[in-house]
């Protein structure tokens, strides 16, 4: 039979142009946000975080932007170079129903950004 | 390099072997995880330990047990395994009580055939 599975969105851009990533998360009660950044045959790894507190955040060549009216994240990559060719995850942070100290990330489903020369 | 380190890379197995995947941290955090990617899913989280205590199993199958002998390793002990059971599996840590990043290993590959 037909096997279903998730259909990875794709953004396909020219180098030297700026990406916008786009996540929707789940968890209203969600305090903490990450991307991640996976190239193919490596594990994830981190670029970006940014703490409900805050709506924006700023790093080399990357800004967060953070909307909770929506539950709605992004990740704005500027001057786009091929070496930013990936898949890009993002992630939420909060703690379980029974509080205390012990956190669960849970990851969207991720986007492939593919960089043309 | 991250700190985190997961051996094998690459692994193959036949449905009735019994292998072990190691994870081992350098990084002084107190939190480890083992989560599964898919093709085409999101990262699936398997099983969390805190303190070398586990305090998360996403329901997930018993042909996959987990082990913590210490803060700083990580096992994922395999039997009698299915070939849906083929993926990424990664393995991740990060210091829990100050909700920060968790930092992830390179993944082995696992092949069920």
């Known amino acids: 039979g037909e096997s279903v599975g998730l259909h990875l969105p794709t953004l396909s851009v020219q180098e030297g142009d700026n990406s916008i990533i786009n996540c929707a998360y789940s968890?209203?009660?969600?305090?903490?946000f990450i991307w991640y950044k996976q190239e193919s045959g490596k594990g994830p790894q981190f670029i970006i975080d940014?703490?409900?507190?805050?709506d924006k955040r700023q790093g080399q060549r990357v800004t967060v932007l953070l909307n909770k009216t929506v539950k709605h994240l992004s990740l704005q990559i500027a001057a786009t170079q091929p070496g930013d060719s990936a898949v890009y995850f993002c992630?939420?942070?909060?703690?379980?129903?029974?509080?205390?100290?012990?956190?669960?990330?849970?990851f969207g489903k991720g986007t492939l950004l593919t960089v043309n020369p | 390099e991250t700190g985190v380190t997961q051996t094998p890379r690459h692994l193959v197995m036949g449905m009735t072997n019994k292998k072990s995947l190691k994870c081992e941290q350098h990084?002084?955090?107190?939190?480890m995880y083992w989560y599964k990617q898919s093709a085409k899913k999101p990262l699936e989280l398997m099983f969390v330990?805190?303190?070398?205590?586990?305090?998360e199993n996403n329901s997930v199958p018993s042909r996959f047990s987990p082990e913590c002998p210490n803060s700083s390793h990580l096992f994922l002990h395999l039997h009698t395994l299915q070939p849906e059971d083929s993926a990424l599996y990664l393995c991740?840590?990060?210091?829990?009580?100050?909700?920060?990043?968790?930092?992830f290993g390179q993944g082995t590959r696992l092949t069920v055939v």
């Open positions: 992630a939420e942070n909060y703690k379980g129903p029974s509080g205390g100290s012990n956190y669960k990330l849970t």
């Open positions: 991740a840590s990060s210091q829990e009580d100050r909700n920060t990043e968790a930092f």
């Open positions: 330990y805190s303190l070398e205590e586990r305090v």
């Open positions: 940014i703490r409900s507190n805050m």
């Open positions: 990084l002084g955090h107190n939190a």
């Open positions: 968890n209203s009660a969600s305090d903490y």
